[in-house]
């Protein structure tokens, strides 16, 4: 890619560029960026309008999907251009040394839960909100219930994983927690609570308050948010 997205002016070109907006996906590397305290620039991209759908912004992320970035300072010192927010979050842990065990078996132990989020708990409670939500004059009553009964298990997962923890990786916070908590946060956007009955999970529920109590946190999910 030989230029920034037109669409978006840069203000400053020398630090990092983030393309994204302030969904459960967006979140992850807006919290990532804030805590990490990384120089950026944000730019919005509202999907409501169709805006991932711009000729050069999928020169950037092929997929047309948020978040994308555009680090002017990759590897060697070279632009590097990104999209998956996985990929985006084990970026950003290398490129600052923060936020990933450098311990090979802890490292590997994050990474399993950061891939069990963009595997399981994303597409799952993406779909959950989807049909209980927004297509719920569409769905049958085998959708909802598929989708509903699964997005539980994965709750029951976690909640057994966070039983004597204060994060995914016991005292440690990684990109493992900022991959999963905003899509565990989405459920308030869902209006779910009830369909999931989330107060049965009480260490995944406790885990998400202190989680969004954190200042960079709360600046994070704000970043590139439609007001």
């Given at each position: 890619?030989?230029?920034?997205?037109?669409?978006?002016?840069?203000?400053?070109?020398?630090?990092?560029?983030?393309?994204?907006?302030?969904?459960?996906?967006?979140?992850?590397?807006g919290?990532?960026l804030?805590?990490?305290?990384?120089?950026?620039?944000?730019?919005?991209?509202?999907?409501?309008?169709?805006?991932?759908?711009?000729?050069?912004?999928?020169?950037?992320?092929?997929?047309?999907?948020?978040?994308?970035?555009?680090?002017?300072?990759?590897?060697?010192?070279?632009?590097?251009?990104?999209?998956?927010?996985?990929?985006?979050?084990?970026?950003?842990?290398?490129?600052?040394?923060?936020f990933?065990?450098?311990?090979?078996?802890?490292?590997?132990?994050?990474?399993?839960?950061?891939?069990?989020?963009?595997?399981?708990?994303?597409?799952?409670?993406g779909?959950?909100?989807?049909?209980?939500?927004?297509?719920?004059?569409?769905?049958?009553?085998?959708?909802?219930?598929?989708?509903?009964?699964?997005?539980?298990?994965?709750?029951?997962?976690?909640?057994?994983?966070?039983?004597?923890?204060?994060?995914?990786?016991?005292?440690?916070?990684?990109?493992?927690?900022?991959?999963i908590?905003?899509?565990?946060?989405?459920?308030?956007?869902?209006?779910?609570?009830?369909?999931?009955?989330?107060?049965?999970?009480?260490?995944?529920?406790?885990?998400?308050?202190?989680?969004?109590?954190?200042?960079?946190?709360?600046?994070?999910?704000?970043?590139c948010?439609?007001?």
């Open positions: 890619m030989s230029a920034f997205p037109k669409r978006w002016s840069v203000e400053n070109p020398d630090v990092l560029q983030l393309y994204s907006l302030a969904t459960p996906n967006g979140q992850k590397i919290i990532m804030e805590e990490s305290g990384l120089p950026y620039e944000a730019h919005t991209v509202n999907i409501m309008n169709d805006e991932q759908f711009d000729e050069d912004y999928l020169k950037l992320n092929p997929n047309n999907k948020i978040p994308s970035i555009i680090d002017p300072n990759g590897p060697d010192g070279k632009p590097l251009q990104l999209m998956e927010t996985g990929a985006i979050l084990i970026y950003l842990a290398e490129k600052t040394g923060r990933l065990p450098t311990d090979p078996a802890r490292r590997l132990e994050t990474l399993q839960w950061l891939f069990f989020q963009t595997a399981h708990i994303g597409p799952m409670l779909q959950f909100g989807h049909f209980y939500k927004f297509a719920a004059d569409k769905s049958d009553a085998y959708s909802k219930e598929r989708f509903t009964s699964e997005s539980r298990r994965l709750l029951g997962v976690l909640d057994q994983r966070l039983e004597g923890r204060e994060w995914i990786m016991g005292d440690e916070l990684t990109i493992a927690d900022m991959a908590a905003p899509w565990i946060k989405c459920i308030d956007f869902y209006e779910g609570h009830d369909v999931l009955n989330t107060a049965e999970f009480k260490h995944v529920m406790d885990y998400c308050e202190r989680f969004y109590a954190r200042p960079g946190v709360q600046a994070g999910a704000a970043v948010a439609i007001r």
